[in-house]
């Protein structure tokens, strides 16, 4: 949600035009922040077998009234540097939360929220404490992504954190698997819940047997480790059959849905609970 997984793959990005340099982008996004200008939108996803939504992942859109929507996309580690990432990150969650608080559970069980997350706000005490509340509510569930490569960047403190934020009721979920570090130690040193197959992958069945055996081994493994798996990249119904054959838990994807705002997602979607 509000971290690059690639460079030309996140969801904030403040212009030069706009940024300036670090000090004055600060400025302007905390005052957007402030005047609630981000908005949280929510793509679907949904069960393999029965294409029910159970959850969605957390995207974020600037509405500015004098350059409409920004669809950033290289901006996050200015606002790390800034220090306002939490800001923005718990300032959309909670937005969440109040617009689900007179939800009922969806399809029978509790909204999975899948949240995109940079390791620097599992040191940051405020996006923990959100966290943790979050977790406590019965009608949502919180899932954290990390990729790859963030499982080795982690310092002991941050992976105290993890455990911490395991044993409160945050599940967790392995990004974009396969396309970082081939190393496979850190699924043993972290209990993650889902893994999240890449749309290169996924997308890749339409081309080529590599990309079959690939996720074929993928969900193998995640079986044996009782992971729950998710399909990214989802766009048409054959790869939906390819990937059913081969046992998939989850899809996400165009084919079930672009993100959309949360006031609308809520009110498309009201008819499944």
Known sequence: MLINKQINKGVLQVFNDIRGDVTSGSDSLLQAIQKREFKPYIQPIVCASNHKIIGGELLVRWHTSDRGVIYPDSFIDNMEKAGILSELTCSIINEVVVNFDGENKFNGEGFILHVNVAPSLLHNKKFISTCIRVAKKNNLSL???????????????????????????????????????????????????????????????????????????????????????????????????????????????????????????????????
């Open 143 to 273: 899932v954290l992504e990390l990729t790859e490569q963030y499982f080795f960047t982690m310092d002991s403190k941050t992976i105290s954190t993890f455990h911490f934020l395991k044993e409160s009721g945050v599940q967790f979920a392995l990004d974009d698997f396969g396309t970082g570090y081939s190393n496979l130690f850190y699924l043993e040193c972290f209990t993650v819940d889902f893994i999240k197959v890449d749309k290169m992958f996924t997308q890749g069945l339409e081309r080529c047997k590599q990309s079959h055996y690939i996720i074929e081994t993928i969900l193998e493994l995640s079986k044996k480790l009782n992971i729950k798996t998710i399909a990214e990249g989802v766009e048409n119904m054959e790869l939906v059959n390819k990937l059913m054959l081969l046992g998939v838990d989850y899809f996400q994807g165009y084919y079930f849905g672009q993100a959309i705002e949360l006031c609308s997602f809520i009110k498309e979607y009201r008819k499944t609970v």
